[in-house]
Every structure is written in structure tokens, then in C-alpha cells.
T-cell receptor
Framework: EPEVTQTPSHQVTQMGQEVILRCVPI?????FYWYRQILGQKVEFLVS????????KSEIFDDQFSVERPDGSNFTLKIRSTKLEDSAMYFC????????????FGPGTRLTVT | GENVEQHPSTLSVQEGDSAVIKCTYS??????FPWYKQELGKGPQLIID?????GEKKDQRIAVTLNKTAKHFSLHITETQPEDSAVYFC??????????FGPGTRLSVLP
């Protein structure tokens, strides 16, 4: 069964450093998303991406964040200058279409900023 | 914007009993309501969803009901098993984008 994969599973970084989180969405999916989950809290939408551009973004997704689809398979989230409060699980998701609705989530990357 | 509330925050049931988790939403434009199960250390897994043009959907031991007028929807799990223990999240969205999740319910199924 196809699935969304994410690397690394755990990333530790120092405050102020840049991090790139990587995702490989399901191959025939066209819509891609990033969510984050601070420990013990609910999953929060960050950004959606379609046709090589951002479709929608939340207030959390400020200028420190960017997304990219550098090739036909990867989808990345970059945090330019990490802050302590960026520590969270980051989930990538993909869907075949928006009218279908179903989003499939990857296993997540735990980001720890020290 | 959309706001989703979820109750209860924790739920313990005996194996074999039923579990019900309820969610309310605020935005009448929302028309897609998925339920996700999250096991420890894993990403959310879609377990069932419902669209606003139906009132109920069932998949084996899991069912979801939707009341558009009251803006609430519920997850029902019958004949619970220990492997049902997890955190369950409801979500609401218009057209499947920009999910707004509820705060989650930690379900414990006691043997």
C-alpha cells in the first residue's frame, strides 16, 4: 500500500540554525501539506501546496518557513532560523485531489530545537 | 475561521464496550469531516470520513454520524478492542483543504 514517507525521523538543531524536513508524498497525489503538532497538543495546519505554489497557509507559516518541491518526488519544509518554540512533530500529508478530501499523513519528523 | 471542539478529552472503556467521541464545528462552509487515529510515535491515520451530503457512514466496527443543522459529528466504535487504544482526532474542512483538527480524545480500552 503506498504511503507518505518522511526523513529524518528525528532532527536536533540549535536555535538559529536552518533545518530542512523532507517528505515523499504518495506518487499519484497532487496536493501536499505540512502540519505540526506540539507535544500533547492538536495537529495544526501550516501550508498546502499545489502545482508548484502555495495554495493556502496559516498564521503559523511566517517568513521563516518555506516549502519547495525540488524534483518530481520530494516535498520539503525549510525553517530558516529555528526558535525554541519550533520544537514539534512535523507531519507531511498528501491527497489526490481536494474534492476527494482524504489526506494521508506521513509518520512525522520530531524537531527538537535546543 | 473554523473552530472544532472535541469531547471527551479522555475516555476509558472496557473491552467489548462501545466508545463515542463527539465533535462540534463552527463554520457552516465545512463539508468534509475526517477522523484520524494516532498511535504513539506515529502519524495520524485516516479511519473514516463523512461528507455533508450524508448523515451516517459505517465501516465494520466504526461509524460516524453528522448533524449539519446542529454542526456536530460523532465517532462510534463498537466492540472495542485493546488495539483501539490511541488518540483520536476529528477534523473539519471545506473541500478537503486546510483541516482544522479538534484537540483529540485519548481512548483507553481496558482488558
Amino acid at each position: 500500500e503506498p504511503e507518505v514517507t518522511q526523513t529524518p525521523s528525528h532532527q536536533v538543531t540549535q536555535m538559529g540554525q536552518e533545518v530542512i524536513l523532507r517528505c515523499v508524498p504518495i506518487s499519484n497525489h497532487l496536493y501536499f501539506y505540512w502540519y505540526r503538532q506540539i507535544l500533547g497538543q492538536k495537529v495544526e495546519f501550516l501550508v498546502s501546496f499545489y502545482n508548484n505554489e502555495i495554495s493556502e497557509k496559516s498564521e503559523i507559516f511566517d517568513d521563516q518557513f518555506s516549502v519547495e518541491r525540488p524534483d518530481g518526488s520530494n516535498f520539503t519544509l525549510k525553517i530558516r532560523s529555528t526558535k525554541l518554540e519550533d520544537s514539534a512533530m512535523y507531519f507531511c500529508a498528501s491527497s489526490e485531489s481536494t474534492t476527494q478530501g482524504e489526506q494521508y499523513f506521513g509518520p512525522g519528523t520530531r524537531l527538537t530545537v535546543t | 475561521g473554523e473552530n472544532v471542539e472535541q469531547h471527551p478529552s479522555t475516555l476509558s472503556v472496557q473491552e467489548g464496550d462501545s466508545a463515542v467521541i463527539k465533535c462540534t464545528y463552527s463554520d457552516s462552509a465545512s463539508n468534509y469531516f475526517p477522523w484520524y487515529k494516532q498511535e504513539l510515535g506515529k502519524g495520524p491515520q485516516l479511519i473514516i470520513d463523512i461528507r455533508s451530503n450524508v448523515g451516517e457512514k459505517k465501516d465494520q466496527r466504526i461509524a460516524v454520524t453528522l448533524n449539519k443543522t446542529a454542526k456536530h459529528f460523532s465517532l462510534h466504535i463498537t466492540e472495542t478492542q485493546p488495539e483501539d487504544s490511541a488518540v483520536y482526532f476529528c477534523a473539519a474542512s471545506p473541500w478537503g483543504q486546510n483541516f482544522v483538527f479538534g484537540p483529540g480524545t485519548r481512548l483507553s480500552v481496558l482488558p
